[in-house]
């Protein structure tokens, strides 16, 4: 335990080392500690204002990645409708091409049965005689005689 001795120091030089204490602590308070103090609370709320930034930007990174895989999966499905339309499209000028030509080689060869037909009624036609002439000689030399 502490035991003070007024007997050694004179009761005022006591007074005046705890005014003169005080008048430290105050003018410490004064000179170096609200300053520190204001600069760390300054300096804090920067910090929350930049972590507050930082969250809010990779939010917004976050969503915007979203968005954009959102943005390939909707582009992938349009180009694969385009591709289908297109593939859709060539099928059916396909077809239709085919169709085209199968309707043209029908048609030619409907013209060359045609032709043949009448080639054939036109070479039976010139047999026909020439067998009849043919057949009327073959009797005359069997029979021996001509009619």
């Known amino acids: 335990m502490l035991n003070i001795d007024f007997s050694f120091w004179p009761v005022g030089v006591l007074w005046i080392q705890i005014a003169n204490f005080l008048v430290l602590l105050l ?3 004064i000179i170096a500690y609200r300053p520190i103090r204001r600069i760390l609370t300054k300096r804090a709320d920067e910090m ?3 972590q507050q930034a930082a969250e809010s930007l990779q939010e917004k ?3 915007n990645e979203q968005l954009l895989q959102e943005n390939v999966i909707e582009a992938r499905k349009e180009g694969y409708g ?3 339309g297109i593939k859709k499209e060539g099928l059916d000028q396909e ?4 169709q085209e030509a199968g309707a043209k ?3 030619q060869l409907g013209k ?3 032709e043949i037909s009448q080639t054939l009624a036109s070479v039976r036609q010139a047999l026909q005689g020439e067998v009849d002439q043919f057949s009327q000689e073959l009797a005359e030399k069997i029979l021996g005689r001509s009619f």
């Open 27 to 29: 003018l410490l308070n």
């Open 48 to 50: 929350n204002g930049m």
């Open 61 to 63: 990174y976050v969503q």
């Open 82 to 84: 385009v591709k289908e």
């Open 95 to 98: 077809r239709g091409m085919l």
């Open 105 to 107: 080689t029908e048609d």
């Open 112 to 114: 060359a049965r045609e």
